[in-house]
């Protein structure tokens, strides 16, 4: 017996916009919901607001440390 499940949602943060094109389709067809951020400050946003199942962090953000 199978149970079934929303799909899970990935945010991904980076401000690469060549990552975010890669990342998204190529997530997004494995069935993710995939949302984006751009910045740690709207990453933190979307954590706190619980828009995410899964982060995929860039450790290397303009507006603080990824850590």
């Known amino acids: ?26 997530l997004a067809t494995q069935g ?6 751009k910045d740690g400050r709207s990453a933190l946003e979307a954590v ?4 995410a199942d899964v982060v995929v962090l860039d450790l290397g953000l303009p507006d603080m440390d990824g850590l």
């Open 48 to 51: 706190r607001a619980k828009a």
């Open 1 to 26: 017996m199978t149970t079934l499940s929303a799909p899970l949602r990935v945010l991904v943060v980076d401000d690469e916009p060549a990552i975010l094109r890669f990342l998204r389709p190529s």
């Open 32 to 37: 993710y919901v995939v949302s984006e951020a």
